[in-house]
């Protein structure tokens, strides 16, 4: 043979060890092991196509969570104008019974 790659290395030197059976058996193996390794090679690794950009579906899901974005902040000014309300009103009427507990004290004095 004329090449000199290490499996032509590995075919003489497994031909040259003839007297010893078990060094000729393990040689044999490893070389049809690596013939078969290099029968086998997967090319580039292009195995996995990935699923095409649906573009359709991204958009979708950006409107969805721009809508509950907006949704969320409604939501939330909704409640700030509630506590504000209740707050307004808490103030009125306390200002509110302060004034007609002080006009009962000046009912009840007789002025």
Known sequence: M???TPLAKA???VTEAATNTDVIRLALAAVELAKTAQQQAPACGHHHQGQDFNAKK???IGG????GGCI??????ALALVAVAVAVGGTCA???VL???AMWRDLSKGR
């Open 64 to 67: 969805l969570v721009v809508a």
């Open 72 to 77: 969320a902040c409604f939501l939330a000014a």
């Open 11 to 13: 075919e003489a030197a």
């Open 2 to 4: 004329t090449e000199s």
């Open 99 to 101: 004034i007609l507990r």
């Open 94 to 96: 306390t200002a509110c």
């Open 58 to 60: 991204w958009v979708t």
